[in-house]
């Protein structure tokens, strides 16, 4: 069993930034390829970002974040990194992590961009 917690949810500014960290607990997730999804109010939760388990650490990322987002890991703290940078009022949604692939997901973090 995996357990993950997602911080670093807010209130910000269009063309502001946030990061979001996601802990696991209960297990390693070094081994898995890790991701972030979204869901907005009236929307299908959406895929936002992967990362890969490899020392390669290769990455993927939805159309709509490309060049705004970055995901990150750091395995030795068991911890799943998402930096959102040029936020756009689209951009406001709850945040979830999740084991790619698997039924563990964090409870989210709010986020909403606003001015």
């Known amino acids: 069993q995996v357990q993950l917690v997602e911080s670093g949810g807010g209130l910000v500014q269009p063309g502001g930034s946030l990061s979001l960290s996601c802990a696991a607990s209960?297990?390693?997730?070094?081994?898995?390829?890790m991701g972030w999804y979204r869901q907005a109010p009236g929307k299908q939760r959406e895929l936002v970002a992967t990362?890969?388990?490899?020392?390669?650490?290769?990455?993927n990322y939805a159309d709509s974040v490309k060049g705004r987002f970055t995901i990150s890991r750091d395995n030795a703290k068991n911890m799943v990194y998402l930096q959102m940078n040029s936020l756009k009022p689209e951009d406001t949604a709850v945040y979830y992590c999740?084991?790619?692939?698997?039924?563990?997901w964090g409870q989210g973090t709010q986020v909403t961009v606003s001015s």
């Open positions: 999740n084991v790619y692939g698997t039924m563990y």
């Open positions: 209960g297990r390693s997730v070094s081994f898995a390829a």
């Open positions: 990362i890969s388990s490899s020392s390669g650490a290769s990455t």
